[in-house]
Nanobody, 126 residues
Framework: QVQLAESGGGSVQAGGSLRLSCTAS????????LGWFRQVPGKEREGVAT???????NYADSVKDRFTISKDNPRINLHLQMNSLKPEDTATYYC????????????????????WGQGTQVTVSS
């Protein structure tokens, strides 16, 4: 059974940094699409960054040049380095993985992902 587990959330002041990590258990699909999403109460979940098996990356415009997504192979560990954090980055962050082998472009769309972690809270104070 595939399970995703995030870690690394917390509270930080604006301008600070956090590093999120996600470990995928029993995930053997290749090729794959992995991603980070975030959600604040009352709003839809939004895509933050994605990375595929070949290392192709997409970022939301709001986090470009501040966030960096990376992965470790062969064990699937996904990371999100977040620098220059802003109060508007406050959200619950979720890691996600495609269900089944994924040979399509890896986009910032929830529909591309079938496995989700429980989420980790990131709070940025001004």
């Amino acid at each position: 059974q595939v399970q995703l587990a995030e870690s690394g959330g917390g509270s930080v002041q604006a301008g600070g940094s956090l590093r999120l990590s996600c470990t995928a258990s029993a995930y053997t699909y290749r090729p794959f699409c992995l991603g980070w999403f975030r959600q604040v109460p009352g709003k839809e979940r939004e895509g933050v960054a994605t990375i595929d098996s070949d290392g192709r990356i997409n970022y939301a415009d709001s986090v470009k040049d501040r966030f960096t997504i990376s992965k470790d192979n062969p064990r699937i560990n996904l990371h999100l380095q977040m620098n220059s954090l802003k109060p508007e980055d406050t959200a619950t962050y979720y890691c996600a993985a495609s269900r089944g082998a994924w040979s399509f472009p890896c986009e910032l769309r929830e529909a591309h992902f079938g496995y989700w972690g429980q989420g980790t809270q990131v709070t940025v104070s001004s």
